[in-house]
């Protein structure tokens, strides 16, 4: 029983671990790409539903960044602050 549990907390933790790295990398991608008067919803967004890189700019190495990360585990990431943003909005009434 204790193993069972002490294993779900291994397991969050790295889930957690896993979306705090792909949000660092998001945001100095996002970063990037404004730095270079893109507009990154745009760009990311393009990348995000084509898999082609070359929507990201090579600036900064923000095209290198983003493919560290598979394009699943970056949707899995901002969907889940996403679910996060409105269930809090909902509990405060905002």
């Known amino acids: ?5 002490t294993m779900m907390l291994e397991q969050l933790k ?8 792909v949000e660092r990398l998001l945001l100095e991608v996002l970063t990037s790409l404004e730095m270079k008067g893109y507009n ?14 070359a929507f ?3 600036h900064d190495g ?3 960044k983003i ?6 585990e970056i949707i899995e990431v901002l ?3 996403f679910i996060e943003h409105v269930s809090n ?3 405060t009434g905002t």
């Not at 029983?1 to 549990?5: A, F, G, H, T, V």
């Not at 990154?40 to 890189?53: A, C, D, F």
Request: glycine share 6%; charged share 25%.
């Open 67 to 72: 493919q560290q990360v598979e394009r699943d």
């Open 79 to 81: 969907m889940r602050r």
């Open 40 to 53: 990154s919803v745009n760009q990311v967004v393009g990348y995000l539903i084509s898999g082609e890189p």
């Open 1 to 5: 029983m204790l193993e069972d549990r």
């Open 89 to 91: 909005n909902e509990n």
């Open 56 to 58: 990201i700019s090579s």
């Open 14 to 21: 790295n889930q957690l671990d896993q979306s705090s790295h």
């Open 62 to 64: 923000a095209r290198g």
